[in-house]
């Protein structure tokens, strides 16, 4: 089985999907909308993507202030994990994200990539990031994933959502987001 790792912004919602071993994060694509309002269809595809590569959980990026208190965005992604697991029926964990994008787009700038094409990729390359963390979460902590149950998101009600936070390490703590792929030492 894989983990399917997803940042969600407005109105894209990166995706990255690990491999069979649970070792590295590769990112998917990008799923865009038209509105911010409009989650039917990108429910459906994120259902489609897990059944393709066989996913047995989602990992979903928790945008926290970097102050660690929690805003809108927070409030949203709370209601998008409960309509995910809904839609699913996978175990939704949630992730914190800080930071996530702005080293995605850092990553891209460093590979050479245009201002106007980065755009295109650096929610993919986010979502691999938050994926990354938690993978490397599972093999620090020596955790088998299934015993993770405490961070699952059980409940259908947003309420329920509060303990199911893991606060994973800050995105731009490289020793913990690692890059696709590797280090970036």
Request: glycine share 10%.
């Amino acid at each position: 089985m894989r983990v399917m790792g997803l940042d969600f912004g407005s109105k894209t919602v990166g995706v990255a999907v690990s491999d069979p071993l649970l070792l590295t994060a590769q990112g998917v694509e990008t799923i865009r909308r038209k509105s911010p309002d409009k989650l039917r269809q990108t429910l459906a595809r994120i259902g489609e993507l897990a059944d393709e590569y066989e996913v047995d959980r989602i990992v979903l990026g928790y945008p926290k202030h970097l102050n660690n208190t929690e805003g809108e965005r927070c409030e949203k992604t709370k209601e998008f994990a409960g309509m995910l697991k809904r839609r699913t029926g996978l175990a939704v964990i949630l992730w914190d994200e800080r930071l996530t994008t702005s080293a995605a787009d850092q990553i891209l700038m460093e590979s050479g990539v245009r201002r106007e094409n980065r755009k295109a990729y650096v929610d993919q390359i986010a979502a691999g990031l938050i994926l990354q963390g938690y993978l490397d979460l599972l093999h620090r902590s020596g955790t088998e994933p299934e015993s993770m149950e405490a961070a699952e998101i059980s409940g259908t009600e947003p309420e329920s959502m509060e303990a199911a936070e893991i606060s994973g390490p800050a995105a731009g703590d490289r020793d913990g987001a690692g890059a696709q792929g590797g280090s970036r030492r």
